[in-house]
Nanobody, 123 residues
Framework: QAQLVESGGGLVQPGGSLRLSCAASGFTLDYYAIGWFRQAPGKVREGVSCISSSGGSTNYADSVKGRFTISTDNAKNMVYLQMHSLKPEDTAVYYC????????????????WGQGTQVTVSS
């Protein structure tokens, strides 16, 4: 059974860094588009960053460009989101998602989803 499990969230001060991890099981990431999404209280879920199944393209929301980096380790079947210069507005539950096929990002309605990990940026 396909499963994604996120980890690495926590409480961090503004300007700090965190690295989120997403472990995939039940399938291999090689043929999947991968994405990180987040949802803050009272807000809709938004895309943060995606990487295509070929690894040839990455996308970032304007709000995180230059601060966040998405990466994969297909040998370990892992996805990462390195976050630097964190801001209070980055506070949210972060989810990873995966969808089979060559596309820039997984589609919300058809992707596999993890359960999320909480990131709180506060002093």
């Amino acid at each position: 059974q396909a499963q994604l499990v996120e980890s690495g969230g926590g409480l961090v001060q503004p300007g700090g860094s965190l690295r989120l991890s997403c472990a995939a099981s039940g399938f291999t990431l090689d043929y999947y588009a991968i994405g990180w999404f987040r949802q803050a209280p009272g807000k809709v879920r938004e895309g943060v960053s995606c990487i295509s199944s070929s690894g040839g393209s990455t996308n970032y929301a304007d709000s995180v460009k230059g601060r966040f980096t998405i990466s994969t380790d297909n040998a370990k079947n892992m996805v990462y989101l390195q976050m630097h210069s964190l801001k209070p507005e980055d506070t949210a539950v972060y989810y990873c998602a995966a969808e089979r096929g060559e596309r820039p990002c997984p589609r919300v309605a058809t992707a596999y989803w993890g359960q999320g990990t909480q990131v709180t940026v506060s002093s």
